[in-house]
């Protein structure tokens, strides 16, 4: 739901090899466009070769074009620190030198306020047991890498993969957002079948769940986080006793990813940026997709439709317009 109504602003981050910081950012609502270049040195129109030889100054950055009304930068923030190693001052994973170095370049003050709040935050967390190095500088000339590096994971699926996971990052972010900790916090927000459904990808009991018969209009977001998921206006009467719909309100807030479990094969749906399970994307649905979500009311919240406005929803009042 990219609109050009919403005025654009710049975020850039370097967290190591840039083409591990294009796909946490790409496609979600509100990002515009998301380059890898490098910033934050003292040449002009340096090149890969010559920021690799760690003379140049420069670290390996991407730069973000983002509606702040329809995604905050605090979101983007947030999505920042869960890719890195904020302790790790001499490079990222296997990574070595200060071309790989961390950093938030900010482009205002209000940037900077924020950015300083948010490590300040993550510092107070305990989460990391080392000092939170990553720098926070103000935003320089921008020089856009060569068309090879854009979009990496996109054109180079398999190496980007191999990449991710034996530079030790995939690793590292899954140890550093996943601790015991933070399923005990989950497990004091939720109920126990809310928990079980999101985060082990148990079923409810078909008719017999919140939703299935539900047929009040508004949206119904994420039980964790509130991101928005679906509308009541795709929402269709499957016959199966659990709340389905033809297609989410936002594309990027949706994962779909292959699930073997059980012996079956089909395609599992996730909340992109909480990881909660949904339910599944199935085929028999109504025309002319076809799709089906069928999903669990326990991953779901539901905001009335007079209630959008005053939850933050409210870009989303005119999808439902006569």
Same mark, same amino acid.
């Given at each position: 739901?990219?609109?050009?109504?919403?005025?654009?602003?710049?975020?850039?981050?370097?967290?190591?090899?840039?083409?591990?910081?294009?796909?946490?950012?790409?496609?979600?609502?509100?990002?515009?466009?998301?380059?890898?270049?490098?910033?934050?040195? !003292?040449?002009?129109?340096?090149?890969?070769?010559?920021?690799?030889?760690?003379?140049?100054? %420069?670290?390996?950055?991407?730069?973000?074009?983002?509606?702040?009304?329809?995604?905050?930068?605090?979101?983007?923030?947030?999505?920042?620190?869960?890719?890195?190693?904020?302790?790790?001052?001499?490079?990222?994973? %296997?990574?070595?030198?200060?071309?790989?170095?961390?950093?938030?370049?900010? !482009?205002?003050?209000?940037?900077?306020?924020?950015?300083?709040?948010?490590?300040? =935050?993550?510092?107070?967390?305990?989460?990391?047991?080392?000092?939170?190095?990553?720098?926070?500088?103000?935003?320089?000339?921008?020089?856009?890498?060569?068309?090879? %590096?854009?979009?990496?994971?996109?054109?180079?699926?398999?190496?980007?993969?191999?990449?991710?996971?034996?530079?030790?990052?995939?690793?590292?972010? %899954?140890?550093?957002?996943?601790?015991?900790?933070?399923?005990?916090?989950?497990?004091?927000?939720?109920?126990?079948?809310?928990?079980?459904?999101?985060?082990?990808?148990?079923?409810?009991?078909?008719?017999?769940?919140?939703?299935?018969?539900?047929?009040?209009?508004?949206?119904?977001?994420?039980?964790?986080?509130?991101?928005?998921?679906?509308?009541?206006? &795709?929402?269709? &009467?499957?016959?199966?006793?659990?709340?389905?719909?033809?297609?989410?309100?936002?594309?990027?807030?949706?994962?779909?990813?292959?699930?073997?479990?059980?012996?079956?094969?089909?395609?599992?749906?996730?909340?992109?940026?909480?990881?909660?399970?949904?339910?599944?994307?199935?085929?028999?649905?109504? =025309?002319?997709?076809?799709?089906?979500?069928?999903?669990?009311?326990? =991953?779901?919240?539901?905001?009335?439709?007079?209630?959008?406005?005053?939850?933050?929803?409210?870009?989303?009042?005119?999808?439902?317009?006569?």
């Amino acid at each position: 739901m990219k609109n050009s109504s919403y005025g654009e602003q710049l975020a850039t981050f370097a967290g190591g090899c840039f083409w591990c910081m294009v796909k946490p950012f790409d496609e979600l609502p509100g990002i515009v466009s998301i380059l890898s270049g490098y910033t934050g040195g !003292h040449t002009v129109n340096p090149i890969y070769e010559e920021v690799c030889t760690e003379t140049t100054g %420069h670290a390996e950055a991407v730069q973000i074009t983002f509606q702040p009304d329809v995604f905050p930068y605090e979101r983007l923030l947030e999505l920042f620190w869960q890719q890195i190693d904020p302790t790790d001052a001499g490079g990222q994973f %296997h990574d070595r030198g200060y071309s790989y170095r961390t950093a938030i370049f900010v !482009h205002n003050e209000e940037q900077r306020e924020k950015a300083e709040a948010s490590k300040r =935050a993550l510092k107070a967390s305990g989460r990391f047991k080392g000092a939170i190095v990553t720098e926070i500088v103000p935003a320089g000339p921008f020089y856009p890498a060569e068309e090879y %590096h854009q979009e990496y994971y996109k054109y180079h699926h398999v190496d980007y993969n191999m990449y991710r996971k034996y530079s030790g990052r995939e690793a590292f972010v %899954h140890s550093s957002w996943n601790t015991e900790k933070d399923r005990k916090r989950l497990r004091n927000l939720l109920t126990e079948l809310q928990y079980e459904v999101t985060k082990n990808g148990a079923a409810e009991p078909a008719y017999a769940n919140d939703y299935w018969n539900f047929t009040e209009e508004g949206l119904y977001v994420d039980i964790i986080n509130g991101d928005p998921l679906f509308s009541s206006r &795709d929402k269709f &009467d499957s016959g199966t006793g659990y709340p389905s719909f033809t297609r989410p309100v936002e594309e990027g807030l949706v994962l779909r990813e292959a699930d073997l479990s059980g012996g079956q094969v089909r395609i599992a749906v996730r909340s992109r940026l909480s990881g909660s399970h949904l339910g599944y994307l199935l085929n028999d649905g109504p =025309a002319p997709t076809k799709k089906h979500y069928r999903l669990n009311s326990a =991953a779901l919240r539901f905001v009335p439709l007079e209630e959008l406005e005053l939850e933050g929803y409210g870009r989303y009042k005119k999808g439902f317009a006569p």
